[in-house]
Structure formats: structure tokens, C-alpha cells
């Protein structure tokens, strides 16, 4: 009896001292709060290997901006034979090809025109600063824009009376947006007006053909291409052109087909 009144209260000793171990140890972390929707992982004993990995699978996927494209290639360019023709561009109306006459490039009432050849791709829609070659014109290839005479200033614009024929042009001809240059030209044969020849938009889908002429300083001005029935010229003020050059001139289009 006195035996196993000694033995209770050290088994009850030794019970409370192994409920306060099970409870704290030195080496845990005490958890007051638990973080909603957070599980407890176990990164002791991993290496740096399989820290970074557990770091990746926890990280969202994200979409990097600067990763390029996939690019198509172009298709090469060719040498496309075209005609020309032109549209009167208040009513849409065609009035003829453009042919070669004694200055320049003239309307013809009557045909489809002369054969010209410019560059093209299938890959195009647009294009600008393109050039125009007249394959038959022998020293003058060029379709460019040349000053219309002597006194006709080389700038267009709103009131002013000046003008450009639509003419060729000597090689080299002129680079893409370069200042007006003395070049020989087919209305004189000489070097004595300013041309450009490399002026001409080019709508591949469309085949709406429009210039650009680049003025001495720089600036490019609204160019209304325009006819008096037979030749061809280009201005800035339809109105002040036709009370410097006569009556006549009106606005026109055009546009191009491929050659048969």
C-alpha cells in the first residue's frame, strides 16, 4: 500500500513532463496565427536546387512583351510593264492612255497607252517615292516632273500659278524627296528646268498612281495632277494655274494596269 502511494505521484510527474515536450520544443516555431489558405511546406534540408524549383512552380506564368514575332518574308520585286490612263476626277470618267507627244507625256482618246515599268511586289499595298521608267523614250527615261517654262516658279501651293509638266527625265534622275534639280528633260532637251523624278505614289491595290512634288525648302504641298484635254501637268491651285496657263486645265486621276 505505502508502495503504491510512492509510485502515483511519480507517474503523474513523469506524465506532465512529456506533455510539456510534446507541446514546445526549442527547434519549432511558434504559430500564433494561422494565414488563411496558406499550407505549411517543409524547406529544411533542401538544397538550392530544390529551393528554386519550388519557387517556380509557385510563381504565375507571364507573358513576355518583347518577344518577337514571327516575321513573313516579303516577296521579292519585279519589273512590272504597265499602261497608264486617265480619269477625270470629278466624275470618275476615263479619257484616254498617256502617251508620248512632243513635250511630254499627252492623254490619248483613242488607246490604251504606251508601256511604262516600275517596281512591284505581291507583298505591296502601297508604296511612295516610286520611280516610272518610259522604256521607249531613248535619252530621257524618266517620268518625272519638270518646271513648267522658264518663268513658272518652283513652288507649289495655295494661290500660286505654278506648275510642273508630267515629262521625261535624263538619268540619274533625282532621289526619293530630294529638292528640285537642273537635270536635262524631254520638253527642252536641255538642263535649264528643274525637275523630280522620283515623286510618284503607288496604290498596288488600287492602282490609283499620285505625286509628290517637293518644294525648294522642303515642304511637300498637296500636287493636283491635271490636263487640258491633251497634256499633262501638276499644281497646287487648279484656279491660279488655269489664269496663269489658260483656261482648260481640270483635275484628273490616274491609274494603272498591267500590261498585256
Not at 515536450?21 to 536546387?49: E, I, M
Not at 524549383?53 to 513573313?72: I, V
Not at 524631254?186 to 515623286?199: F, I
Amino acid at each position: 500500500m505505502r508502495s503504491f502511494l510512492l509510485i502515483s505521484p511519480l507517474i503523474g510527474a513523469l506524465l506532465c513532463v512529456i506533455g510539456a515536450n510534446a507541446a514546445v520544443t526549442g527547434d519549432s516555431p511558434v504559430r500564433r496565427f494561422a494565414l488563411k489558405g496558406a499550407q505549411a511546406t517543409q524547406t529544411t534540408n533542401l538544397t538550392p536546387a530544390e529551393l528554386y524549383a519550388r519557387e517556380l512552380t509557385h510563381k504565375r506564368p507571364t507573358r513576355r512583351s518583347t518577344a518577337q514575332r514571327r516575321q513573313e518574308s516579303e516577296l521579292p520585286e519585279i519589273q512590272a510593264n504597265i499602261n497608264i490612263g486617265a480619269i477625270t476626277a470629278s466624275t470618275g470618267s476615263p479619257l484616254g492612255g498617256l502617251t508620248l507627244g512632243t513635250s511630254g507625256l499627252e492623254v490619248d482618246l483613242s488607246g490604251s497607252g504606251i508601256n511604262l515599268v516600275t517596281t512591284a511586289s505581291p507583298s505591296w499595298s502601297s508604296r511612295t517615292d516610286r520611280r516610272i521608267t518610259i522604256s521607249t523614250l531613248s535619252g530621257f527615261p524618266n517620268l518625272g516632273l519638270v518646271q513648267y517654262d522658264a518663268s513658272s516658279g518652283l513652288t507649289l501651293g495655295v494661290g500660286l500659278p505654278n506648275g510642273v509638266l508630267v515629262t521625261g527625265v535624263a538619268d540619274p534622275g533625282t532621289a526619293p524627296g530630294s529638292l528640285p534639280s537642273f537635270v536635262a528633260n524631254y520638253n527642252t532637251g536641255l538642263s535649264d528646268l528643274a525637275v523630280e523624278t522620283d515623286v510618284w505614289t503607288i496604290d498596288y491595290i488600287t492602282g490609283i498612281i499620285s505625286a509628290q512634288w517637293t518644294n525648294p525648302d522642303g515642304s511637300k504641298p498637296v500636287t493636283v495632277l491635271v490636263t487640258d484635254g491633251t497634256n499633262i501637268a501638276a499644281t497646287g491651285d487648279v484656279l491660279a494655274f488655269n489664269l496663269a496657263h489658260g483656261l482648260g486645265w481640270f483635275p484628273i486621276t490616274l491609274a494603272y494596269t498591267i500590261a498585256p
